[in-house]
Structures are given as structure tokens and as C-alpha cells.
């Protein structure tokens, strides 16, 4: 029996999808793709044991896809990957349905 989590990660950027690669592929059954909309279809077809979303909580348009993507998919556990840090992050993640949020400690040593 496989005991893999099956993932999908959601990035806008593609080359960080290769770190993310590099740390879930070998504990992880791992779809990827950096479309909302490829996203959401994936959600449609596939079972997923949680949804990685690498995302900044300060552009519109990816607080719209949160807010469709909770709307058609309310039950999947939800994990926020954030670039940075404020007071207003812990907030938003949860505001948006996520069950947690992290913070890239690489983007923590940039500053």
C-alpha cells in the first residue's frame, strides 16, 4: 500500500517549482502546475490529499481563484505558502479557507 500524500502544487512562478519539487518528490505524489484554471480542473477529475499553494495574498487576482477555488472545493485541505512576512498573512490564509500557511525561510534570509 502506498502511503504517499497525493499533492498538488499550485505555483505562479515555475522555477520555484523546482524547489518544491526537490523537497515533496520523494514523500509525495506530486501534480503541479501554475494555472488556476489547470488547477481547478485537476480538483474536478482527481482526489488530491491536499492542495500547496505558493501565492502572494496581495494580488487580486490570486485572492479570486482562493475564493473560487474554496466555492467548488471547500473540503480539500488547504496549505498557503507565502514569500514574506506581515501581520496581515496569518489572517488572509485563514480568511481564505487555508488550514496553515508557511513561510520559504529563503525568502526570510533575502531580507
Known amino acids: 500500500m502506498n502511503s504517499a500524500i497525493k499533492t ?3 505555483v505562479e512562478n515555475v522555477h520555484q517549482s523546482e524547489f518544491f519539487e ?5 514523500n509525495f505524489i506530486l501534480d ?4 488556476f484554471y489547470k488547477a481547478l480542473e485537476l480538483l ?3 482526489h488530491f490529499d491536499i492542495l500547496l499553494l505558493n501565492l502572494d495574498l496581495k494580488d ?10 474554496r466555492a467548488q472545493h471547500p473540503d480539500v485541505p488547504l496549505l498557503i505558502i ?3 512576512y506581515d501581520e496581515e498573512t496569518p489572517l488572509k ?3 481564505f479557507g487555508a488550514h496553515d500557511y508557511l513561510i520559504r525561510v529563503n525568502s526570510l ?3
Do not use: G, P, R, S
Open 8 to 10: 498538488l502544487l499550485m
Open 22 to 26: 526537490k523537497i515533496l518528490n520523494n
Open 32 to 35: 503541479k502546475t501554475n494555472d
Open 44 to 46: 474536478d477529475v482527481e
Open 60 to 69: 487580486q487576482e490570486n485572492i479570486n481563484f482562493l475564493k473560487k477555488l
Open 82 to 84: 507565502v514569500n514574506y
Open 93 to 95: 490564509a485563514f480568511e
Open 109 to 111: 534570509l533575502k531580507h
